[in-house]
């Protein structure tokens, strides 16, 4: 068990500027935990001298703050990208390969190269960038929290479209996470293309008739 000056310092604020580059990107992941849909990363790069009263952990805020800040962050930020891993995808080469190439594409697709990625977690990307990890870096460091942000939002906004087309399921509501909810349409209907069907809560119901 950590000792309380641990805790602390796992949620000491991280002064990102002071690693002296000036296209740093924050990157971050949405979705790893879901039972359906795919696995949504986001890098953003902001300026240096830039704020965002109410940034923190994208799961740390109501649905209406995140897309409030997910607007102004698309507006400002000097470039931001989105990356995918597909069902297929986490099925083939479990969720957190799939997580890792998913932040991987957020990153190539950005329109600026950055000089240095800075990473929520412990994992780094396949690529010829400079890197840091940091944990909780989603919490701790304005860059990342951006990223999550955005991972967030346009993962919600997939769903809700999922929504649409698998109605039954409910992923406007839960988008995707194992609620009770959920497991009990996956229980009634049995699982969807869009679940993956490799996890607990799903593979238990693939001959479900």
């Known amino acids: 068990m950590k000792k309380a000056s641990s805790l602390k310092e796992d949620l000491k604020p991280i002064d990102w500027v002071t690693f002296g580059v000036e296209l740093t990107a924050g990157v971050d992941e949405a979705g790893r935990g879901c039972l359906a849909g795919p696995v949504y990363a986001a890098a953003v790069i902001v ?4 704020s965002l009263k109410g ?3 994208s799961k740390l805020m109501t649905p209406e703050k995140r897309f409030e800040l997910a607007v102004r962050i698309k507006e400002e930020a000097v470039c931001w990208a989105i990356g995918i891993g597909t069902v297929e995808e986490i099925e083939e080469i479990n969720i957190l390969h799939a997580s890792l190439l998913a932040m991987k594409r957020a990153v190539e697709n950005l329109s600026l190269k950055p000089e240095l ?3 929520d977690g412990n994992q780094t990307i396949k690529g010829h960038w ?3 990890t940091l944990i909780k870096g989603d919490l701790r460091c304005l860059p990342i929290s951006a990223a999550s942000v955005l991972a967030k939002t346009q993962r919600d906004i997939h769903m809700m479209e ?3 087309k698998f109605p039954g399921y409910k992923f406007a509501t839960h988008k995707g996470y194992g609620t009770l909810q959920h497991r009990q349409a996956i229980e009634k209907l049995g699982p969807s293309i869009v679940h ?3 996890f607990s809560g799903v593979r238990e119901f693939l001959d479900f008739k």
Do not use: A, G, N
């Open 130 to 132: 400079v890197q840091k």
């Open 47 to 50: 300026r240096p001298d830039y």
């Open 117 to 119: 990625l800075l990473i």
């Open 196 to 198: 993956r069907r490799l």
């Open 55 to 57: 940034l923190t952990d």
């Open 162 to 164: 999922l929504d649409e």
